[in-house]
């Protein structure tokens, strides 16, 4: 199996990018992705990245894949109250970190 | 069809019960997979299902637990002989099967309590 590591809590204020780290103990994965996870709510694809590429951009969400260090991040442009939730990384759909929680202040 | 369908939504059961979960996937998905979710963890891989097919199980999977999907449609999960540490949210999710825009659309799940 992997073991995927996340940070517990991130506290931002609202305007400010969200920088949200995994890493990763497995290169096997050859998908990585970040989930979102609203309370009472089930877990929603945000993006992903495919191992072989270094970065992803996709509107306010950059990927960056670090393979050498087995480090994946997820960066939030102008972090908004309705982003906070908790963040999840994943090796292929079977390995899920231990989440996020994020806290956008106003 | 808007979803993943998970039911029940909540479960309450004594310790030493049996206990059956059904999910309903997303029509034209074949594949499904079973998770287990704990409060303040992320969702444990548990099984896999491409069609009516068992491709992966994980360890976590005791013979406790088993999972079918008959005609390669609905999946069930059942537990036997219940303990209080099945107790968690039992998540389901489908996808088509392929590259990684095969995006896996989860169920709000199924709470499990054990007591």
């Known amino acids: 199996g992997e073991d995927v590591e996340q940070s517990l809590f991130l506290s931002v204020r609202e305007g400010d990018s969200s920088v949200i780290n995994c890493t990763y103990t497995d290169s096997s994965s050859t998908y990585l992705y970040w989930y979102k996870q609203e309370p009472g709510a089930g877990l929603q694809l945000l993006t992903y990245i495919f191992s072989n590429m270094d970065m992803k951009q996709d509107q306010r969400l950059t990927v960056l894949l670090n393979k050498k260090d087995k480090h994946l991040s997820l960066r939030i442009a102008d972090t908004q109250t309705g982003d906070s939730a908790i963040y999840f990384c994943a090796g292929n759909q079977f390995y899920f970190g231990t989440g996020t929680s994020l806290t956008v202040i106003p | 069809d808007t979803g993943v369908s998970q039911n029940p939504r909540h479960k309450i059961t004594k310790r030493g019960q049996n206990v059956t979960f059904r999910c309903d996937p997303i029509?034209?998905?074949?594949?499904l997979y079973w998770y287990r979710q704990t409060l303040g963890q992320g969702p444990e891989f548990l099984t896999y299902?491409?069609?009516?097919?068992?491709?992966?199980k994980s360890r976590l999977l005791s013979d406790r637990f088993s999972a079918e999907r008959p005609k390669g449609s609905f999946s069930t999960l059942e537990i036997q002989r219940t303990e209080q540490g099945d107790s968690a949210m039992y998540l389901c999710a489908s996808s088509t099967a392929g590259g990684a825009d095969t995006e896996a659309f989860f169920g709000q799940g199924t709470r499990l309590t054990v007591v």
């Open positions: 029509s034209e998905h074949n594949r």
């Open positions: 299902f491409q069609n009516e097919a068992q491709l992966e």
